[in-house]
């Protein structure tokens, strides 16, 4: 006997029928039977397929279904990118955000730090067309940290443990990892270690 009011893509109130109002206009969707849950968040997504190349020119509808079938359909309603050239999801959270496309709350890596010399072995064939950021000192990586800007939508992805070969992981210095969260977090962003 629940009512739950949603004005302009949020949850605006909650409550029992006929103590929550919601005028004369709303569109009502008769959930009897159902259960309404929060949305859920996947943690670790990539936008690296060729389907979300051009993803600022592609048509909106192509994108609106590829999000729904990898995203929204499951219930994903944030989604967080740990590692994508930056231009695909800036440019799909652009246009979810524009109401343009239909998609799931995009958030980003902003910058990602390896331990110095502590590229994984399965990134290395990227270093001819890419420099990593590899922090020698806690001061470097608050420097690349600030480089990054600071939109409150971004995270920042520390290679805390690298897999360098198949059989060793290089881990980052401690006081590396932690000036770089310090950093992050002064910054209103949130750190994902890997």
Known sequence: NGV???RNQKIASVGKRGEVSY?????????????????????????TEPKWNSAGT??????????TAMFTLYGFTTVVD????????????????SGE?????????????????????????LLSSWT????????????IVQRG?????????LFTGSLVTYENIKPMPVDTARAAVAEA???GRLAFAH
């Open 4 to 6: 739950v009011v949603v």
């Open 23 to 47: 005028g004369r206009t709303a569109r009502i969707l008769d959930c009897t039977g159902m259960v309404v849950t929060a949305g859920f968040q996947n943690s670790h997504v990539h936008f």
């Open 58 to 67: 592609q048509p909106a509808a192509r994108l609106s279904a590829q999000l």
């Open 82 to 97: 740990t590692g994508s050239t930056l231009q695909n999801p800036s440019k799909l959270r652009g246009r979810i955000e």
């Open 101 to 125: 496309v239909t998609g799931p709350r995009i958030i980003a890596t902003k910058a990602s730090l390896f331990p110095p010399d502590g590229v994984p072995i399965y990134l290395r064939d």
């Open 132 to 143: 990593p950021d590899q922090p020698e000192t806690p001061d470097a990586a608050v420097s």
């Open 149 to 157: 800007g600071g939109e409150g939508q971004d995270i920042l992805k």
């Open 185 to 187: 977090h002064r910054q």
